[in-house]
């Protein structure tokens, strides 16, 4: 099975820095895109930024300018460094790893993979 484990959420004031990482662990072949969602209370879960296997990224609008994402492929693990941070950025962050090659050589199986969730808390 594989599992990805988030950590570096935390509170801080609006203006400041926060930076997340994900690391997926199991017998892992292959991931293709990996991705951070988030999803503040009473909302939908929405899209924060994506990034390839070969790096090439995408960002929602609203963080644009402001979040990075980046990965290891040696380690399976993605980061979102977080900059000019605003109490609209305020939700649950979650790591999404999709269409992970996964398993053994003679049984591999192709699945979609959440973390567990970051809070990260924004003041004014």
């Known amino acids: 099975q594989v599992q990805l484990v988030e950590s570096g959420g935390g509170s801080v004031q609006a203006g400041g820095s926060l930076r997340l990482s994900c690391a997926a662990s199991?017998?892992?072949?292959?991931?293709?895109?990996m991705g951070w969602y988030r999803q503040a209370p009473g909302k939908q879960r929405e899209l924060v930024a994506v990034i390839t296997a070969g790096g090439s990224t995408n960002y929602a609008d609203s963080v644009k300018g402001r979040f990075t994402i980046s990965r290891d492929n040696a380690k399976n693990t993605v980061y979102l460094q977080m900059n000019i941070l605003k109490p609209e950025d305020t939700a649950v962050y979650y790591c999404?790893?999709?269409?992970?090659?996964?398993?053994?050589?003679?049984?591999?199986?192709?699945?979609?993979?959440w973390g567990q969730g970051a809070q990260v808390t924004v003041s004014s």
């Open positions: 199991g017998r892992i072949f292959s991931i293709n895109n």
């Open positions: 999404n790893a999709d269409r992970v090659r996964y398993g053994s050589i003679f049984d591999s199986r192709v699945n979609d993979f």
